[in-house]
């Protein structure tokens, strides 16, 4: 499976995968369990985040830790090509922090074992070891784990509000392609059709969009409806300069469609195999704790893990 959508994704600099919820990093009780793991311990520990993005969950380890006197040695992995410092233009004072965690890009979990050759006494991982090939990643992460070593991650709750939402955008998307949004914008930033053809075929595609009331409350279907409309109404001189626009605005939404599938199909993963966690004992770990997570003591925002090796 292609990685790009999450490279371009981690390359523009966010921290987290979820933005829009987290301004920083995460906070309050996903913070607090990272807390709770980390009291565990007294004494100086090697530790691997696996499916780490940017970082979020091993920068903010590595935070917690100093909070507690504990010295951490962070190693963090990600099967995409990723670039931490990026998230430096909107986060300068990370820069300690991330200067103290060995990044490892490129590097699929279910085979992590070729690039790493040191064992860990915690293995951590939020909102990304569910994406990955359970079986072989499970043998990947006993093999790195130490003897007595935990293996504790966080994982997507597949019926919360987030994965309805993304349910309701990918209708939008769908809706798009089908007034062939898409393609009209990749035949004008390709120079395929002219700007009077251009409009024309904007023009139908937008009073295609008006059919679809149910959508027009819906941030997603109107940023789309309004940068169309803004495209349609520009001088043919000033709309010849926006070729480029134009392609990175239909790839940005790719790409954002790419990974909200992601999302959804390991939602449908979670649902239509409710233990597949058990994975990770069949490859010899033994699970220890499980439970849900209430951000803000209102909605589910995960489910917490914790195995260990016997």
């Known amino acids: 499976m292609s990685k790009n959508h999450w490279t371009a994704y981690w390359k523009s600099g966010v921290l987290t995968s979820l933005p829009a919820d987290f301004k920083v990093n995460y906070d309050g009780e996903l913070a607090d369990y990272w807390l709770s793991v980390l009291q ?15 970082g979020a969950v091993a920068i903010l380890v590595k935070q917690l830790a100093q909070q507690l006197d504990l010295n951490i040695n962070m190693t963090a992995v990600d ?30 979990i279910e085979n992590m074992c070729e690039k790493i050759n040191s064992k ?16 072989p990643a499970a043998q990947n992460i006993v093999k790195l784990l130490k003897e007595k070593g935990k293996f504790v ?13 993304m349910q309701t955008e990918e209708q939008v998307y769908q809706v ?22 251009f409009k024309i075929k904007l023009k139908a595609c937008l009073a295609a969009m008006s059919l679809h009331a149910a959508y027009r409350s819906n941030a997603l ?28 605005f239909s790839q940005q939404y790719e790409f954002a469609r790419a990974r909200a599938n992601d999302m959804l199909r390991v ?9 597949w966690y058990q994975a990770f004992e069949r490859a010899g770990l033994t699970l220890i704790n499980q439970g849900d997570i209430r951000y803000q003591n209102t909605h ?11």
């Open 40 to 54: 565990q311990y007294d004494q100086e520990i090697t530790t691997l985040d696996v499916c780490t993005g940017n």
């Open 79 to 108: 099967a995409s090509d990723i670039k931490p410092a990026s998230i430096l233009n909107n986060f300068p004072d990370m820069q300690d922090v991330i200067n103290q965690i060995d990044f490892i890009g490129n590097c699929l």
């Open 120 to 135: 860990f006494e915690l293995i951590v991982s939020q909102y990304g070891i569910e994406y990955c090939e359970t079986e």
């Open 153 to 165: 991650f966080i994982s997507h709750a597949p019926e919360t509000a987030m994965m309805a939402y």
């Open 176 to 197: 798009l392609e089908d007034v062939k949004a898409f393609e009209i914008l990749h035949q004008f930033s390709n120079d395929k059709t002219t700007v009077n053809g």
């Open 221 to 248: 279907f109107n940023t789309w409806g309004n940068t169309l409309s803004q495209l349609l109404n520009m001088p043919n001189a000033a709309l010849k300069q926006q070729r480029i626009k134009a392609k990175e």
């Open 267 to 275: 939602s449908d993963k979670l649902l239509n195999d409710p233990k």
């Open 300 to 310: 589910n925002v995960g489910h917490f893990y914790e195995f260990t090796k016997d």
